[in-house]
């Protein structure tokens, strides 16, 4: 058993107890833009359990944009870039299968197609969370992942902040920029403390006061095989 099926093995089942797969958790939605509502039945449970939606035009210039339950289904955040968040309104519900689309944004232009990656919260795969900072130098940010993670992506919904990110590779005292080709860099993002199986630490970078951030927290590095048990 590779190193990756033992750490999917352990992912939390359903109430009733029923193993997880890979496509019940993770998945790529490949769609044409119709200009018009669209529903993606991708059959991931996101109204039920939770999850992000990444997605991007394949044949035009548009930025990505990123939805989470989190933060419902109104403001969306551009991975490749600092912004603010904006209120898209991409999306008009996260479904028990998938996720529905308002017209435009993600639905046009006619000769557009789209694809979208989709992350469902589960025990020892992936968790989003939102906190609000407080200002605080050094805290603590409690998450639900039940295992240490691999990867955290951190990013201010409204303060033009960049997009903190931690690696296991690069360990707790750097952090690389999700939307820029810089090279790593050594600052105490993450209070120079590795993460647990509950908790990551955070500093004054990335917990102004008052300040919202959505946090993306995955154990596998966001690297899935297809078709595997989890």
């Given at each position: ?7 999917l ?33 991708n ?16 044949n ?16 969306g ?95 707790a ?10 090279a ?46 989890v």
């Amino acid at each position: 058993m590779s190193k990756l099926t033992k750490a999917l093995t352990a992912a939390a089942g359903n109430a009733g107890g029923d193993k997880l797969y890979v496509e019940d958790v993770f998945s790529t939605y490949v769609y044409p833009g119709n200009n018009s509502t669209l529903t993606i039945t991708n059959g991931i449970d996101l109204a039920g359990e939770g999850g992000m939606v990444w997605s991007k035009s394949r044949n035009t210039n548009d930025n990505h944009r990123v939805y989470d339950t989190e933060r419902g289904t109104t403001n969306g955040l551009i991975p490749n870039a600092a912004n603010d968040q904006v209120a898209w309104g991409d999306f008009t519900s996260y479904n028990s299968d998938g996720y529905s689309l308002a017209s435009g944004g993600l639905t046009s232009p006619l000769a557009s197609n789209f694809v979208s990656w989709t992350f469902r919260k589960a025990k020892k795969f992936f968790d989003v969370v939102t906190y609000t900072g407080n200002g605080a130098s050094s805290r603590t940010i409690a998450h639900s992942l039940e295992s240490v993670p691999g990867m955290m992506i951190v990013k201010g919904a409204s303060n033009v902040s960049g997009w903190r990110t931690y690696h296991t590779s690069l360990g707790a005292t750097k952090y690389v920029q999700l939307q820029t080709t810089a090279a790593e860099a050594t600052y105490n993002v993450w209070n120079d403390t590795t993460p647990t199986d509950s908790v990551f630490s955070i500093s004054s970078d990335i917990n102004s006061n008052g300040v919202t951030y959505v946090a993306s927290v995955s154990y596998t590095h966001l690297t899935l095989p297809t078709n595997r048990e989890v």
